[in-house]
């Protein structure tokens, strides 16, 4: 059914780093743009980083530049954010999406563009 389910969510203070997982063992993982997006209390979701599974690529909003790395272990079917030096402007609910590629990855997805998401993990950063 494309299931993605994420995990890794929570609480943490200004500066620390979370883990975010995405395990999606119904995807093939050949060729899908699997990335992040987040949709902060009254504010529209924003793309946040996504890995082409076919070449590598890895593309990133401005605002996470540095700070957050996107990651995928093929084997595992499963995509990682690791978040480091969080702002509070981090906070919000970090869904995985995942986009058919029909040739490549060719920038960051807006959310709208995913073709699969899932119910999301909430993040909380704390001042």
């Known amino acids: 059914e494309g299931h993605l389910v994420e995990s890794g969510g929570g609480l943490v203070k200004a500066g620390g780093s979370l883990r975010l997982s995405c395990a999606a063992a119904e995807f093939s993982f050949d060729s899908y743009g699997m990335g992040w997006f987040r949709q902060a209390p009254g504010k529209e979701p924003e793309g946040v980083a996504c890995?082409?599974?076919?070449?590598?690529?890895?593309y990133y909003a401005d605002s996470v530049k540095g700070r957050f790395t996107i990651s995928a272990d093929k084997n595992k079917r499963t995509v990682y954010l690791e978040m480091n030096n969080m702002k509070p402007e981090d906070t919000a609910v970090y869904y995985c999406?995942?986009?058919?590629?029909?040739?490549?990855?060719?920038?960051?997805?807006?959310?709208?563009?995913?073709?699969?998401w899932g119910q999301g993990t909430p993040v909380t950063v704390s001042s």
């Open positions: 999406g995942a986009v058919v590629l029909l040739i490549r990855l060719w920038g960051l997805p807006t959310p709208h563009e995913y073709d699969y």
């Open positions: 890995i082409s599974t076919y070449d590598g690529r890895t």
